[in-house]
């Protein structure tokens, strides 16, 4: 994902991140929980936000926050790993392997297809996409059945 705080705060995407993630699960390095800053203003919103959310938690925030350095891509499999499980539909997408990490429409189907979407977004925006109708139902599907979690 590229943030672009002209489309959306830095302060609105921590707001989305603490409301849809599990910020009190513990995980090897690998898979930990974290927020990446850029500069100490980044550094302050993200500190203020976890206090903030912790305080409507019984569990302790295992969050990290941590100054951005080296990203790496996750390896392939990783990449739209929701809509990777859903076999059919991802091969009709017919996406190479670096399609699939620039793809809008990949990134928009993965959240769908994890139930991260409701049926009314998905109906706006859905000729934008450029599905077939099959694709399309499919999402309609997996929208109507709501989150995985």
Not at 23 to 37: E, L, V, W
Not at 48 to 63: C, N, P, W
Not at 82 to 97: E, Q
Request: charged share 30%; net charge positive.
């Amino acid at each position: 994902m590229d943030f672009d705080p002209k489309t959306v705060s830095y302060e609105s995407l921590l707001k989305m991140f603490w409301e849809n993630h599990d910020s009190t699960a513990c995980h090897n390095r690998q898979y930990m929980s974290a927020i990446f800053y850029h500069d100490d203003q980044q550094k302050e919103l993200a500190e203020k936000t976890r206090d903030e959310h912790q305080k409507t938690l019984s569990r302790t925030i295992a969050t990290k926050i941590k100054k951005a350095d080296r990203f790496y891509e996750a390896e392939d499999y990783h990449q739209k790993y929701l809509l990777r499980n859903n076999r059919g539909l991802f091969a009709s997408l017919n996406l190479s392997a670096k399609e699939i990490l620039n793809s809008h429409v990949a990134t928009r189907l993965n959240g769908y297809v994890g139930g991260y979407g409701m049926l009314e977004q998905f109906n706006k925006e859905c000729d934008k996409l450029g599905l077939s109708s099959e694709q399309a139902k499919y999402i309609r599907q997996a929208a109507r059945r709501g989150p995985l979690h």
